[in-house]
């Protein structure tokens, strides 16, 4: 049983302002929590303040809830509940097609939407309270209601095993995409809601229900078989950040901090301890840079199983995915889990505790907690691996903003029409956070906070965190205050009052930024190319834009230009303007004179260089242009091979570096490979920067095929780091106490197999030394695991195969396998099924056969089946494989000429009724969904889906349809698909 | 048990001494039973050659047990009268005084044993003395040496007293070790796969051949993170072995001597390995109980509603 206080305020109904009824309590209690039928029974008591007159209709958001009785000030109430996204397009409508869809669909979301005062629950008020209404008292709502079997907000994770439900380890959880809190109790469920809760949950004995707040007391129910957890949250929060598990946990009080509990399932407690080793210094970081301490008077994590996403905050509650939890014999799960939690505890400050004022304010909030959280992997990872990140962000960001159309922050919607959509190409509309792509919605993250780190770069970090602080000094001073005192909305943030306090901090004026990657959307695209003028002494710099194509923008203002010339390193600031694009840059060291001289870098540095390389007349070593990452960019830029290769060896930073490695791929020469493989040799270079290096080694050492000399690419380099002197075959036993090597060691057979020769096979060399590998590892006196190495092995027999001759098309059988194939085929084998004996972290080992299988069927070494995929992917199997054995059946899909049958469409969707939640942000969804598109005309709904969608409605239930919704929109990004003509 | 023998059949019926039949086993034994049908079968053919057609089972064993004891007063007194002549071994006329002495006319007897109407027995079936078997021969047994006379037990087996060489220079080439450890190790894992492959079930990857390359059957488990999560019980045997011997160096000699020497260095080791902050304090056990933790605190009892 829940219960919960919510005060939602449902005010300005009739108004049609933003502000309604204030709703300052809201107490919810359940009473009952079924896991065999899960199942809930509880009620809900909103006190509401009217802050408008004539308040008779009250509307409150809910889904999927059976609502039993309405009573207002304990009158009852009549109400009317209507979920327009139940059927969002109607069976007889003409129109099927996407943009039909989809604009029905952002009807029925906005007509549920609370910000504008609507929801599915319209409650009357009993014409006895009008007069009260006018006289503006508070009024209490209570709501008793049921869930049965819900399909979002709540999910129940029940094993079918033997034993009570303690033992069986079931547990349930609440999830969901943004404001998703009405799938399991009625409440205005929007972020800009605040009020205070008090919370109870009933539930058996042998668990532990876990909620916001601070747990006040456990009270045994009077046969003694139950007990009621109750919660109290003083602090004002929005009903979306309102959340429970409850589950036969295990409990560990942090060790540092007492304040802190964590929670998992059974038997996971020594892993915990392990995983959660480190959360106080996060704890502190934050606390320290934000000059405020952690908002909530306490902390609780949550590991559960079949988690919606890894990582989802709530006020002072954190739920992750079990999944995340390892061992101390686990090195690469160690950083991803260390990051998912910096990111949750950034979002208890900012999207918790500070929530938005309207969902064009929601870039702020995912701005600064990816902001501070990128702060937090500068100071633990160190800069190299932070300038690594924000590369591969911006790369991330610029190419599916260039594939797919701008991503815009700040959308305003003026005139409130509909096809005032600023992204009409997107076919969807982004006014709504349910009715946004997935995918996009990632980007729009990652874009948040690469803008804050651009705001920063503008203003100092300094006012930065003195904005921040700003904030959260506000809002806790608010939020200590009642209702009455109109405090709340300091706690809300908005885009408006952003910029304000910056502006007022700094001084300055970062209007022009704002409006750029702010208020529009789009990046910039730079082609750069440049002469030297001899007889000036000039670097002619030309530096050009795209803003044509779509998903770019214009680009005016200062741009930074580094250049390193044999006197040193010089910047210089260039204005690009609307019509200039040749810039003029002096240098400053003549060609060069004194040939025995170090050549200082940026850095300080002064190193000596073998400058034969370089062309006599010229003093320019490299050029970089916007070296900072300044600008939401791509820089096409050229410039000769040499300077790459001086880049490469000598800029110390990291991107630098990846660039140089980047560009080099097109300069398949000797020198090339020297550069490269420097790289690979010297330790103190970045582990990242070495292991794309041998991936460009072994594409440059494909290009050079016919000219290359000496032992496969890598080969020696492996040997002597990693084998043993006496033998050069063997390889040590394996020592991964140095984790740079370590990478290096497992990423340097994957790249060697991509090796080929002038057959384009893989040299036999090479794929003896891999098996060798693979014969000679030895992990007995190794602290950590070797799970993730062996499993990159595979992946190295994976891409060594390459497709095999095939004779008057014949069958593939086991006479006629290859021998090569036949050697693979067995070490996958035994890897396999030692797998079912001693499984590996996270079945690392089967999901990397798994794909070997795979690209042995599609390299017709083997016959293309996808029954063995269709086994793993069932439920019960780890995530991880699952996920890896759908990619495989849809893999087979593409390959073959995949005839559709009626059976396994059935069959498909026989299996999607079992999924947990997990699988339909994974790869299954796709899966069933390849088979959907394959039936739709193109860019149409067919009268199957939609036969499909009313068929199974109880699957595809309103809290699925956006996601179903953005995932057709997903597959066409994706694999851009070509949608056969639908025949119906 | 009327017991009856019938006449003239000339069938040893054993049935009547099964119960002696059944517990005499031995060689010894065997040898009177036959001997005694014998003399049962002559004095049934004697019977019926003087006309009678059934006796009773009492007065065919005291006829027998009288023919017996006839027959071996016979042989005593051949035997007394041919060693009374210093001889050991009987001839004709010591049977013939004895026979003389006994009262017996012995010119009767050719006539007696050739008459007509007489009944020959075949002889008992002679059965094979059982075989001893030898004991299993190894190598050559050696010769006495002269000093021994040859009556003297020989020799026993060589096995039994020579020692054989089963020691070997062991194998201290690191290649050698590193490979033997390698198709050791692969070895066994594949015949355990296999094994496990042939007594389950299994998926193949080939239609025409299910036994080449057999995969065992995933099967779905109802908690699948649990396996996936904990480390195996081999990975923590490891762990507690590493934890307790530091890793060695990884030169080549090291390898392969022993890394007992370096046990004591393995006490600071620990911290050093462990990424940054991950070292949990362990003494805290004793704060515990001091913690005031909302979640550790007992549950309450309900209030007990009075009612009026």
Known sequence: MLSYKQNPDPSGLHSRRMNRKKDKGFEICINNINFQRKSVIGYVELTIFPTVMNLNRIKLNSKQCRIYRVRVNDLEAPFIYNDPTLEVCHHESKQRNLNYFSSAYTAAVSAVDPDAGNGELSIKVPSELWKQGDEMKVMKVYIEFSLDQPKGGLHFVVPDVDGSMAERAAHVFSFGNQNSTRFWFPCVDSYSELCTWKLEFTVDASMVAVSCGDLVETVYTHDMRKKTFHYMLPIPTAAPNISLAVGPFEILVDPYMHEVTHFCLPQLLPLLKQTMSYLHEIFEFYEEILTCRYPYSCFKTVFVDEAYVQVSSYASMSIFSTNLLHSGMIIDQTPVTRRCLAQALAQQFFGCFISRMSWSDEWVLKGISGYIYGLYLKKTFGVNEYRHWIKEELDKIVEYELKMGGVLLHPTFSGGKEKDNPTPHLHFSIRHPHTLSWEYYKMFQCKAHLVMRLIENRISMEFMLQVFNKLLSLASTASSQKYQSHMWSQMLVSTSGFLKSISNVSGKDIGPLIKQWVDQSGVVKFFGSFAFNRKRNVLELEIRQDYTSSGTQKYVGPIKVTVQELDGSFNHTLQIEENSLKHDIPCHSKSRRNKKKKIPLMNGEEVDMDLSAMDADSPLLWIRIDPDMSILRKVEFEQADFMWQYQLRFERDVVAQEEAISALEIFPTPASRLALTDILEQDQCFYKVRIQACFCLAKIANSMMSTWTGPPAMKSLFTRMFCCKSCPNIVKTNNFINFQSYFLQKTMPVAMALLRDVQNLCPKEVLNFILDLIKYNDNRKNKFSDNYYRAELIDALTNSLTPAISINNEVRTVDNLNTDVRLILEEITRFLNMEKLLPSYRNTITVSCLRAIRMLQKNGHIPSDPSLFKSYAQYGHFVDVRIAALEAVIDYTRGTHFVLTTNFLCLSFSMLGKLGPFSWSGIFFIFQLVCLLQRLGHNTISPNLMLIFSIYREVLHPSYVQKLFSFIIFIKERYSFTILTGKS | ?308
Do not use: W
């Open chain 2, 1 to 308: 048990m009327a017991d009856s023998v019938v006449m003239g059949s000339g069938s040893l019926n054993s049935g009547s001494r099964s119960g002696s039949s059944k517990t005499s086993t031995s060689p010894t034994d065997n040898y009177q039973l036959a001997r005694r049908r014998t003399l049962q079968v002559v004095v049934s053919s004697l019977l019926t050659e003087c006309g009678f057609e059934s006796a009773e089972k009492a007065a065919m064993e005291t006829l027998t047990e009288m023919m017996q004891s006839y027959i071996t007063e016979v042989g005593r007194c051949a035997k007394a009268t041919c060693e009374h002549t210093a001889r050991s071994t009987p001839t004709l006329s010591d049977v013939v005084i004895t026979l003389v002495e006994m009262g017996f006319n012995v010119d009767t007897l050719p006539v007696y044993a050739k008459r007509s109407q007489r009944m020959v027995i075949t002889a008992p079936p002679i059965t094979n003395a059982s075989v001893v078997p030898k004991a299993l021969i190894a190598g050559q047994k050696r010769t006495h040496p002269t000093y021994i006379p040859s009556h003297f037990p020989e020799f026993p087996d060589p096995h039994t007293y020579i020692k054989t060489p089963t020691f070997r220079e062991p194998v201290s080439d690191y290649q050698v070790v590193r490979e033997k450890a390698a198709s050791q190790r692969r070895d066994v894992e594949r015949a355990l796969t296999r094994f496990m492959a042939k007594t389950g079930e299994t998926e193949s990857l080939f239609k025409d051949d299910i036994s080449a390359f057999p995969l065992i059957a995933a099967k779905p488990s109802a908690i699948p993170y649990l396996s996936a999560l904990l480390p195996s019980e081999l990975e923590l045997q490891t762990l507690e072995e590493t934890d307790s011997s530091e890793q060695d160096d990884q030169t080549d000699t090291e390898n392969n001597s022993s890394n007992v020497s370096q046990d004591d260095q393995s006490a600071d080791k620990e911290n050093v390995v462990l990424p940054p902050g991950g070292v949990v304090p362990t003494g805290k056990a004793n704060e515990e109980n001091m913690i005031d933790n909302p979640y550790l605190r007992p549950v309450k009892k309900p209030k007990v509603r009075r009612k009026k």
